[in-house]
């Protein structure tokens, strides 16, 4: 990266965030690391296209679960599902919907504010944990074995 080519910086710190241009990855007023405009914009769209996705594809699946339990286009008698496997599905898919959510925030804060969000990181672990201690109960066999 270091071509030596003048672009858009934004400095990485949050209480600095000085937009230069130059070819110094270094901010100029705090020292601090800075990335490169277009890169912190192309990485926001990713996020925030991916957190779409998710939060749609999610939305659908929790639908379906609902109240009413799997309606798959009508043929709900053949699904009989525990109440207790269904309430973990349901937490499991609003857990990942929740870090759709979260990527759709981090990455508008990417592409509004060029930088990445770190509460918003942060925000993706509780979930992330959730998912993960879901699909070890999974593995282990302790629950949808149905
Ligand atoms: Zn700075």
């Known amino acids: 990266m270091t071509d030596g080519a003048t672009r858009q910086w934004i400095c990485q710190s949050a209480p600095c965030g000085a937009r230069y ?10 020292g601090r690391t800075a990335a490169p405009a277009a890169t912190m914009k192309a990485d926001g769209v990713v996020a925030l296209v991916a957190g779409l996705f998710l939060v749609g594809m999610m939305s659908v699946l929790i639908l379906m679960l609902g109240p009413q339990g799997y309606v798959v286009q009508g043929s709900s ?31 508008w804060t990417m592409i509004a504010k060029g930088r990445r969000s770190e509460p918003l990181y942060m925000l993706m672990l509780l979930p992330g944990f959730v998912i993960v201690v879901i699909v070890g109960l999974i593995l282990g066999g302790f629950v949808l074995q149905g």
């Open 77 to 107: 008698a053949s699904f009989n599902v525990e109440a207790s496997d269904r309430l973990v599905s349901l937490v499991l898919l609003a857990a990942i919907w929740l870090i759709g959510l979260a990527a759709i925030a981090s990455g």
């Open 21 to 30: 241009e130059g070819t110094d990855r270094t901010c100029p007023q705090c």
